[in-house]
C-alpha cells in the first residue's frame, strides 16, 4: 500500500517528467515547422490518454506513472519499451513506437542511433534455431564420445573421469532444457490452432483476417509437424545417447574399481601364495630332517635290534650247547637206560633224553626246548633259569663221587 | 486500453462525441475510448485508393496487446483469443490512423475507402516468438 505521501511524490515525479517530455515534443516540432498550437495526442495501444498544449491545463489527461515511464523509455531508450506509443501534433502522426521498434519520428524524438535498430532480447524460437541448438549438443556430445572413447583405452584419470562424468551429466540437464524447450514450442504451437482472430462485420477485413488466420494455423501446423519430425527423434536420440555415455562412465569407474580391487586381489593371493609357498618349503625341510633324524634313528634302532638278536642268538647258541653238555652229563649219572639204547631223565619241569648222540629237552607239555644243542626259540627265561641248574646238579654229583673216591683211597693209604 | 479499463471523458471529449451521430454517440458510456476515437477520426478523409498500408494493427476489446500487427507485409504480432472470449470492439489502426471501428458487432468508422489489405508474409520464428510472448503474457 502507497502511502499518501508517497502517491504525492511519486504523481509530483511523473508529472515533471510529463512536463519535460512535453517541452521536449513541442521544441522539436516548432524545430520542424509544425504549429506548437496544436494539440498534441497521446496514444497507448488504441486508447488516446493524452491531450494537451504546452502551458495549458490539458483537455485530456489519463496518464499513468506506468505509462509515462514507458513514454519516456520510449524518447530515450526506445528498444525496451513495451507495447504501443503513438504521438500526433493536430492530426499528423509524429511518433509512433511499437514493440521497441519505432515506426515513425518525423520530430527525431528517439536517439538516432536506436532508429528502426530491432534488437530482440527475446528468446529464438524457431525450427531451425531449435535444430541449431540440437545440433550444438550433438557436437559436444561426439567430443564427449571421443573422451568416453579414450577411458576404454586407460587414457583418463580418476580426477578427468569424474569432470566428465560431472560434464555429461551437465549435458543432460542441458537436453533437458532443450526438450523443454521444444515441448513449450510445440504446446504454443498447437494452441495457435484452439485460439481465434475476432471476427470482423466488414467483409474486406474479415476476408483479410481470416486469410491470416488460415496462414498462422498453417504454419504453426507446418512447424509443429516439422518439430515433431525433425527434432523429436534427434532429441530421442541425443538423450539415449547421453544416457549410453552415462552408462559407458559409470561402466568405466567401476571397471576402475573392479581393477584396482583385482589387483588389490592379485597382491594378496599372491602374498598368500608366496607365504604358502615358504611354509610349504619350511614345512618340507623341517620334515626333511625330521624323517632323516627319524630315519637315523630307526637305523640306530635296527641296527641295536639286530645286535641285540644276533647277540641273543649267539648268547642262546653257546648256551644251547653247553646245556646239552651237561644234559649229556646229567643222562650219564642219573640216566634210564631204555631197551631202545636211548637213556632218559625225568625231573619236575622237564623229560631228558638221549638217543646217541641225539640230546632233547621237552617241557612237561611235549614242546622241544633244546634240540640237538639248538635252543628253541620260544625258551623262556624261567626255563633257561632252569636249564641252567642241570649243570650245577651235575656238578654237585661229581663233588659227591670225588669224596666218596678220596674216602676210600686214605682209608686204603691207612692200612 | 480496453472498454473494461476506467476511461474518463473529459467535458472536451464529450464536446467532440457529441458530433457524432446520436445512435453511435449514445455507446460512449460503454465504449468511451472507441466512440472517442471514432469522434477524433470522423472527419479524416479515407484512405485513397490503392493505398499501401505500412503499419496495420487489429485491437479487439480484451486486450492491451493487438491481435494482429503487420508491419511491411510482415506479420509481427498474432496474439489469439479463447475461443469462448467475447470481442465487443474491434478497432483497426493503419499506419497510426483509427482506420476501422466497430462496436458490438456494430461499425461505427470506417475510413477504409480504397486501401489495399497487404498480403501478409509469415516468418515461423516470428511468429512462433510472438505466440509463446502471448501465452506467458496470458
Known amino acids: 500500500m502507497i502511502e499518501d505521501g508517497e502517491a504525492n511524490e511519486i504523481k509530483r515525479d511523473y508529472l515533471d517528467i510529463l512536463e519535460s517530455l512535453l517541452k521536449l515534443i513541442h521544441a522539436k516540432a516548432k524545430e520542424k515547422g509544425l504549429d506548437p498550437t496544436k494539440d498534441v495526442h497521446i496514444y497507448s495501444s488504441s486508447s488516446k490518454v493524452y491531450q494537451g498544449t504546452l502551458g495549458e491545463s490539458p483537455s485530456k489527461n489519463l496518464l499513468t506513472p506506468t505509462i509515462v515511464e514507458n513514454l519516456k523509455k520510449a524518447l530515450s531508450d526506445p528498444k525496451n519499451s513495451q507495447g504501443a506509443i503513438s504521438i500526433k501534433i493536430g492530426h499528423e502522426k509524429v511518433f509512433h513506437i511499437k514493440n521497441g521498434e519505432v515506426l515513425t519520428d518525423k520530430l527525431g524524438l528517439a536517439p538516432r542511433s536506436q532508429k528502426n535498430e530491432v534488437v530482440s532480447n527475446e ?6 534455431a531449435l535444430q541449431k541448438q540440437v545440433a550444438v549438443l550433438q557436437s559436444k556430445l561426439e567430443s564427449q564420445q571421443k573422451l568416453v572413447d579414450s577411458l576404454k583405452k586407460n587414457e583418463q584419470t580418476p580426477e578427468s573421469l569424474s569432470e566428465l562424468a560431472a560434464q555429461v551429466a551437465e549435458m543432460g540437464k542441458s537436453l533437458e532444457k532443450q526438450q523443454q524447450l521444444i515441448e513449450n514450442t510445440q504446446k504454443a504451437l498447437s494452441q495457435v490452432n484452439e485460439r481465434f482472430l475476432p471476427q470482423v462485420q466488414n467483409t474486406v477485413l474479415q476476408n483479410w483476417v481470416g486469410s491470416v488466420e488460415r496462414q498462422v494455423k498453417k504454419t504453426a501446423k507446418n512447424a509443429f509437424e516439422r518439430l515433431l519430425d525433425a527434432l523429436t527423434p534427434e532429441v530421442t536420440k541425443l538423450r539415449k ?3 549410453q555415455m552415462k552408462a559407458q562412465i559409470e561402466q568405466q569407474v567401476t571397471n576402475r574399481l573392479d581393477e584396482v580391487r583385482e589387483n588389490t586381489d592379485n597382491i594378496r593371493d599372491e602374498l598368500n601364495q608366496q607365504i604358502g609357498n615358504l611354509t610349504q618349503e619350511l614345512r618340507t625341510q623341517v620334515d626333511g630332517v625330521k624323517n632323516t633324524v627319524d630315519q637315523s634313528l630307526m637305523g640306530v634302532k635296527s641296527a641295536i635290534d639286530n645286535t641285540r638278536t644276533e647277540l641273543r642268538d649267539a648268547v642262546k647258541d653257546v648256551k644251547g650247547k653247553v646245556v646239552e653238555e651237561s ?6 649219572i642219573l640216566g634210564t637206560n631204555n631197551p631202545d639204547g636211548s637213556k632218559s631223565f625225568k625231573s619236575t619241569t622237564f623229560d631228558f633224553e638221549r638217543l646217541g648222540d641225539n640230546v632233547i629237552v621237552r617241557a612237561k607239555n611235549g614242546e622241544p626246548v633244546l634240540t640237538d644243542g639248538v635252543l628253541s626259540p620260544n625258551v623262556s627265561d624261567q626255563q633257561l633259569q632252569a636249564l641252567d641248574k642241570v649243570q650245577s646238579v651235575v656238578d654237585m654229583h661229581r663233588q659227591l663221587e670225588n669224596n666218596a673216591q678220596q674216602n676210600s683211597e686214605s682209608r686204603g693209604i691207612k692200612r | 486500453m480496453s472498454s473494461s479499463n476506467f476511461y474518463p471523458l473529459s467535458d472536451y471529449d464529450r464536446k467532440q462525441i457529441a458530433k457524432l451521430p446520436p445512435d453511435i454517440a449514445a455507446l460512449a458510456d460503454k465504449y468511451p475510448s472507441e466512440i472517442l476515437n471514432t469522434a477524433d477520426s470522423w472527419d479524416n478523409l479515407p484512405f485513397d485508393a490503392n493505398y499501401l498500408p505500412e503499419c496495420l494493427e487489429v485491437y479487439s476489446s480484451d486486450a492491451d496487446d493487438a491481435n ?5 507485409g510482415v506479420l509481427k504480432d498474432y496474439v489469439p483469443s479463447h475461443a469462448e472470449k467475447n470481442t465487443s ?10 482506420a476501422y471501428i466497430e462496436v458490438e458487432g456494430r461499425q461505427v468508422l470506417n475510413k477504409l475507402g480504397g486501401i489495399v489489405l497487404p498480403e501478409v508474409a509469415i516468418n515461423p520464428e516470428l511468429l512462433i516468438q510472438s505466440i509463446i510472448k502471448g501465452e506467458n503474457n496470458d
Open chain 1, 327 to 332: 644234559v649229556k652229563a646229567l643222562l650219564n
Open chain 2, 89 to 98: 470492439s474491434i478497432t483497426v489502426m493503419i499506419d497510426g490512423e483509427f
Open chain 2, 68 to 72: 494482429i500487427f503487420v508491419l511491411n
Open chain 1, 123 to 128: 528468446r529464438i524460437y524457431s525450427v531451425e
Open chain 1, 241 to 243: 545417447e547421453i544416457a
